[in-house]
């Protein structure tokens, strides 16, 4: 597996392309010098997560033949303030689901995502607290 990357600016953006040929925008905001033209490297590790555990998530919902409509994901977090580098000590990832959904399949499926399958979480779970919750359709659970 190999990933190029390619400096487009003579600042901090960067195309990165997959094998595939896929592409994404890796840049910095004006405040560090880029031109916010992508997300920060950090920012595409909390994305990397949300679609790691996305992925894990509807693969299992689907499997328990669950009826999904609608699955989003907001995810907050915080960087150490102090040291150098700067790595992650707090996530909260809340996953938003609509659909004629049980709630006891639901629940497992995060679950078994940020416990046991999502790779990304479990590199960031060693620096970080992960915390999780999810709605169905509208009602709010913690895990």
Request: with cysteine; glycine share 10%; charged share 25%.
């Given at each position: 597996m190999?990933?190029?990357?390619k ?13 595939a ?10 405040e560090?010098g ?6 920060g490297?950090m920012?595409?590790?909390?994305m990397?997560?949300?679609g790691?555990?996305?992925?894990d998530i ?9 009826d999904?409509?609608a ?24 996953y938003?689901?609509?659909g ?9 499926a995060?679950?078994l ?5 999502c790779?990304v ?11 999780v919750s999810?709605s169905?359709n509208?009602?709010r659970?913690?895990?």
């Amino acid at each position: 597996m190999k990933i190029q990357l390619k400096r487009l600016d003579n600042a901090f953006h960067f195309l990165a392309t997959n094998e595939a040929g896929n592409e994404v925008h890796l840049d910095t905001g004006p405040e560090e010098g880029g031109s916010g033209q992508g997300a920060g490297p950090m920012q595409a590790v909390i994305m990397a997560l949300g679609g790691c555990s996305g992925i894990d998530i509807v693969s299992i919902l689907k499997k328990g033949r669950q009826d999904l409509r609608a699955f989003d994901t907001e995810i907050d977090y915080e960087r150490s303030k102090t040291d150098v580098p700067a790595l992650f000590t707090r996530i909260h990832v809340h996953y938003i689901f609509a659909g004629d959904l049980k709630a006891a399949i639901v629940r497992r499926a995060v679950d078994l995502s940020i416990h046991k399958y999502c790779s990304v979480a479990k590199i960031l779970e060693k620096t970080a607290s992960i915390t999780v919750s999810y709605s169905i359709n509208g009602t709010r659970y913690d895990l």
